[in-house]
T-cell receptor, first 114, second 108 residues
Framework: DTEVTQTPKHLVMGMTNKKSLKCEQH?????MYWYKQKAKKPPELMFV???????INESVPSRFSPECPNSSLLNLHLHALQPEDSALYLC?????????????FGSGTRLTVV | SQQGEEDPQALSIQEGENATMNCSYK?????LQWYRQNSGRGLVHLIL?????REKHSGRLRVTLDTSKKSSSLLITASRAADTASYFC????????FGTGTSLTVIP
């Protein structure tokens, strides 16, 4: 298995909702990442998990809460989001943090906040 | 800023032509990676060039690296309509930050 699987592919949520994005990989990668991407912009790093521990938080608002229950799974819990949080959320993994071998990306979750 | 800058921002060519895009950093470059992103999809790793390499080939892709100029270029030869995508560079030494991207359109 050489994929990163993200679910759901699309999500529409209200500003008072609580939802979660899920990311899974079975490549034995020990680093996992969340990125946010707005249209026509590069992906922006949000969080880095290294060996299941949060190693980087790019000053992301607390309405985004990451969780790494095990080495294969990464969640992003969403609560009280704003319309400007609408974006493509990408998960990625790599063998180790800052990997020479590059990152493997999922296809993303298209999030719309209404 | 740790982010790389790419130029051109947008490039439109005819099928069969070559496409060249450039990436530059304000800080020193370590190992540079290039990624492709089809519209609304995840990024796909294309090629990595080490800091001690000057040129690397993979199929129709040719990447060069000039550490003294802190820049890299990606050449796609004999372009195809399927090459239409956004292309991003990322320097592993700058940890996880992507360049601003080049949007390539290949016209059949």
């Amino acid at each position: 298995d050489t994929e990163v699987t993200q679910t759901p592919k699309h999500l529409v949520m209200g500003m008072t909702n609580k939802k979660s994005l899920k990311c899974e990989q079975h490549m034995g990668h020990r680093a996992m990442y969340w990125y946010k991407q707005k249209a026509k912009k590069p992906p922006e790093l949000m969080f880095v998990y290294s060996y299941e521990k949060l190693s980087i938080n790019e000053s992301v608002p607390s309405r985004f809460s990451p969780e790494c229950p095990n080495s294969s799974l990464l969640n992003l819990h969403l609560h009280a989001l704003q319309p400007e949080d609408s974006a493509l959320y990408l998960c990625a993994s790599s063998q180790v943090p800052d990997s020479y071998y590059g990152y493997t990306f999922g296809s993303g979750t298209r999030l719309t906040v209404v | 800023s740790q982010q790389g800058e790419e130029d051109p921002q947008a490039l439109s060519i005819q099928e069969g032509e070559n496409a060249t895009m450039n990436c530059s950093y304000k800080t020193s470059i370590n190992n540079l990676q290039w990624y492709r992103q089809n519209s609304g999809r995840g990024l796909v790793h294309l090629i990595l060039i080490r800091s001690n390499e000057r040129e690397k080939h993979s199929g129709r892709l040719r990447v060069t690296l000039d550490t003294s100029k802190k820049s890299s270029s990606l050449l796609i030869t004999a372009s195809r309509a399927a090459d239409t995508a956004s292309y991003f560079c990322a320097d592993t030494g700058n940890q996880f930050y992507f360049g601003t991207g080049t949007s390539l359109t290949v016209i059949p």
